[in-house]
């Protein structure tokens, strides 16, 4: 078993905490909080052990009825392996406390590349993180953008990579953000910082991104365009993208028009908090034009990266290979979903074999 | 004079005929209208004489204390040409009507394109409509893509075009429109029509387009990226697109960051109704890799084609040449804006002369 400490129990923290606790090769020593608000209390309730993240405020939980193991320092000395949850470069800022106790740490895509030996996406480089002591798994945006360009890099090659990433203003318990009536371009220079990070999971892939921000707070959606090397039809990139277990190709008919209804749709699949752990790809978007594709996905910027943070920590102990802990990770988690009641995917649906004949 | 009726009094309507009323070379002859709303009374209160565009109609204008004169067969029968801002797909309708009594006919780029002999974009093909029946004036988007796309031809060639539209949901008046925190591929199937649209412009430009709609009314913003035939620098595109007169290239340090602050400047600046006439493109967004161009623009949705409707009535009548037309009409209007306060533009700002050694 592999023992985890998670620092931060916020919107990422209380995901990765309880896809841990659901492995069967892992288990959660305990998580830090700073402060003893509802989610702390969440954490207590599902039998969570509490560390007080900042020792002088530890009697404030004791106050507010959580009872605390003890401290930050504590859980760090007691952990195989740290995941950092807190706020974008409060995790740069505890590397060394994770170091002084010879405790590795996976690290959040808020913080620069820096902060860890390597960026981490399970499909896109997870052999480049065996055996590492500071791993960061990348940020929502380019966890979804890693997932597409892994298996199109295998199937066809890429010449480029060019994506609008319409992004979610705040999640929505980030009452205080905007914008409102607004489409902010963020930022306006460009690119945006999500190619760069993009390449440092695939360093020869040529990418350009353009960010955007409006008023919705349910999901990131991508425009992408991919120029690849060859000229595949939409049918078979959508057999290509459909064996993809961490990629939803969703359906035409459904009524699966958005963010919103998707959401809908894993709150009926009574996902815990709603979560879409995969890549919402639309189906019906796949186009080819010349060796040029373009799709829509839709990216729950609160869920994609938990099922990478397990898979980062696998990698760290060489527990198993990537495809081994992939599939581990999803079974337990329950991600993947499969499903084509109108046949838009072909006769085969989308776990057929790719038939060659259609390239 | 060009003596112009006006088949329709509400968002374009409107503005089209204030602009209409604002150039030397044409008068209103009247404007038609099926309600007596809050817009009605706005054209009286301007001094338009007042048609009621379905005759059963037209008590219910004078129990409403509006002076009505006539019927809308009589505008068109008195007028020299028309102008048809009735919503999408009445345009189509009423084209017949216009027929009977020879009267030419601009249309909106809410109607089919077949509706017209040609579509227009004054910047892209004024000479082809010379001297036609029926002209469709391109919608917002098209409009400010054929604008872009019109100098990027001239001075490098165009390779592919390919944007993503993230356009608002609503205008602010429609109130009954969503998407409320939500973003929705629209259409879903890439591309969407705007591509195709473009097409009736130039024919030869090869243009894939992705539609959005978020939870905005203000303006749309697109995500453009073109593949030139040459390799520019970002310099050289600015000093291309800053000499055309229905381009804003907005220069960072003003705080010019979106839509809403873009409204506020038009405001500010006593713009009627806050009109932005022009395409809004972040100078500081415009970049190149190889000979990539990508760049942020906003377009109000409002109001960018309304130059381009007066442009179309000169081009039905061959009355001026397209710069002699585009400059006459901006000069009414009080299109274009310049400004580069921080010198970001460079020594020579927006007006100077392409330096040819950059390229």
Redesign the interface.
């Given at each position: 078993m592999i023992r985890v400490g998670i620092n931060g129990y916020g919107t990422i923290g209380k995901r990765v905490a309880d896809a841990v606790a659901a492995q069967p090769d892992m288990e959660v020593v305990g998580v830090a909080k700073t402060q003893p608000n509802f989610e702390a209390h969440t954490a207590v309730e599902r039998g969570f052990r509490m560390y007080a993240a900042i020792p002088e405020r530890l009697a404030l939980f004791t106050e507010a009825g959580i009872e605390v193991v003890g401290v930050v320092d504590e859980l760090i000395a007691a952990a195989d392996v740290m995941v950092d949850c807190t706020p974008s470069g409060i995790g740069a800022e505890n590397r060394d406390r994770y170091a002084t106790y010879g405790t590795p740490a996976v690290f959040q895509g808020g913080e620069d590349a820096s902060v860890g030996d390597v960026s981490f996406n399970a499909r896109g480089n997870y052999a480049d993180a065996v055996g590492a002591e500071f791993v960061r798994v990348v940020s929502c945006n380019t966890t979804g953008l890693s997932r597409i360009i892994a298996p199109l890099e295998d199937a066809y090659g890429i010449e480029?990579v060019?994506a609008?990433l319409?992004r979610?203003g705040g999640d929505p318990g980030q009452n205080a953000r905007g914008?409102i009536?607004?489409?902010?371009?963020d930022p306006?220079?460009?690119?945006s910082h999500h190619g760069p990070d993009v390449q440092t999971i695939f360093p020869d892939v040529a990418i350009?991104t353009?960010g955007?921000k409006?008023?919705?707070?349910?999901?990131?959606?991508h425009?992408l365009?991919v120029t690849l090397a060859e000229s595949p039809t939409a049918a078979h990139v959508r057999e290509v993208l459909g064996r993809e277990g961490r990629v939803y190709l969703i359906p035409?008919g459904l009524g699966l028009?958005?963010?919103?209804t998707l959401k809908e749709f894993a709150y009926d699949a009574d996902r815990p908090r709603g979560d879409l752990w995969e890549n919402c790809v639309?189906a019906?978007?796949?186009?080819v034009?010349g060796r040029?594709l373009?799709?829509?996905q839709?990216i729950h910027q609160e869920a994609d990266v938990i099922p990478e943070n397990v898979d980062a920590i696998r990698a760290i102990f060489d527990a198993a290979d990537a495809a081994t802990s992939m599939q581990r990770t999803d079974e337990a988690l329950g991600v993947g979903i499969r499903g084509d009641p109108a046949g838009f995917l072909g006769a085969g649906g989308v776990t057929a074999g790719v038939p060659q004949q259609e390239r």
């Open positions: 480029r060019r609008t319409v979610r914008p009536n607004d489409i902010l371009p306006i220079a460009i690119p350009d353009m955007m409006v008023p919705a707070t349910l999901m990131h959606v425009a365009n035409p028009d958005g963010a919103g639309w019906e978007s796949v186009a034009e040029d373009y799709l829509f839709a």
